[in-house]
């Protein structure tokens, strides 16, 4: 069973930073596609942004500029800098690691680690 542990998590005032940190197995961060999504209330689940095993970056909407996503596979950690902290950005924020395979996807979520933004 592969788990992915999420941290850093927790309560800021708008405009404020935070850093979250996903951290699992060595073999996950040799090969697989991390990325960070989050659930609002009430809202479905979205992509933030992913970094494949090579340090490709893709951001969704419009983060990029206000979150950095990054990962050090020698740490098996990755993590996301979140800048200038909107109400909108509360959410709770999940760790994903994915897998391509020819004919199948192996995918695991963290257990998701909450994100308000309130003053």
């Known amino acids: 069973q592969v788990q992915l542990m999420e941290s850093g998590g927790g309560l800021v005032q708008p405009g404020g930073s935070l850093r979250l940190s996903c951290s699992g197995p060595?073999?996950?961060?040799?090969?697989?596609?991390m990325a960070w999504y989050r659930q609002a209330p009430g809202k479905e689940r979205e992509l933030v942004a992913s970094?494949?095993?090579?340090?490709?970056?893709e951001y969704a909407n419009s983060e990029e500029g206000r979150f950095t996503i990054s990962r050090d596979n020698a740490k098996r950690t990755m993590y996301l800098q979140m800048t200038s902290l909107k109400p909108e950005d509360t959410a709770v924020y999940y760790c994903?690691?994915?897998?391509?395979?020819?004919?199948?996807?192996?995918?695991?979520w963290g257990e998701g680690t909450q994100v308000t933004v309130s003053s």
């Open positions: 994903n690691a994915k897998f391509l395979f020819p004919s199948a996807v192996d995918e695991y």
């Open positions: 060595t073999h996950i961060f040799r090969s697989y596609t």
């Open positions: 970094i494949t095993s090579g340090g490709l970056i």
